[in-house]
C-alpha cells in the first residue's frame, strides 16, 4: 500500500521507526517529513502534508505523528477528503477505517510505545472500510457537514 506519513519534533523518532518497518514490510511510503528532528517545527504543516496526500488519493492512507497525536487529528481534518482520528488502541485504528472510512492515523509519541504502535498501525493499514448501508449513510452525512461548511 502507498502510505503517506509525517511527524513533527514531538514524533519525529517514531515516525522514523514506524517509517523503516512499513518499507520492510513492502509499503510505499511517502515522507512528507519532518526530514531531520528540530524542536522548534510545527505539527500543522507536516499534517498538511499527509492530509493533502491523502484526500488527493496519492496515498491510499495516511499516519501522523506528533507528541499526542491531538494536534495531528485537529490539524488533518481541516483538509478535505482526510478523516483523520487518534487511535492508541487496534480497536479504534480498525473500526475507524470499518465504520468511518478513516484515512489519516494519528498517534501520539508521547503516549504509546513502537511495539503498540506497529500493531495499530497494521490493524489501520489491514482493515477495510465495509460500505454497509448504515455506515455509507452516516458517512455521506459527515461529508455533507463537510460540504455545507468549506
Ligand atoms: C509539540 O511540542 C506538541 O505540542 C505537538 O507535537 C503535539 O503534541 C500537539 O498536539
Redesign the pocket.
Known sequence: MRVAIGA????YDLKEELSALLHAEGHEVVDVGAHTMDSSDD?PDFAAGVATTVASKDAERGIMV???????S?ASNKVKGARASVCHDTYSAHQGVEHDDLNVLCL???IIGIELAREIVNAFLSAQFTGEERHQRRLGKVLDIEAANG
Do not use: I, L
Open positions: 513533527d519534533h514531538g514524533g505539527y506528533c507528541g499526542s497525536g491531538v494536534g495531528a485537529v501520539g509519541a508521547r
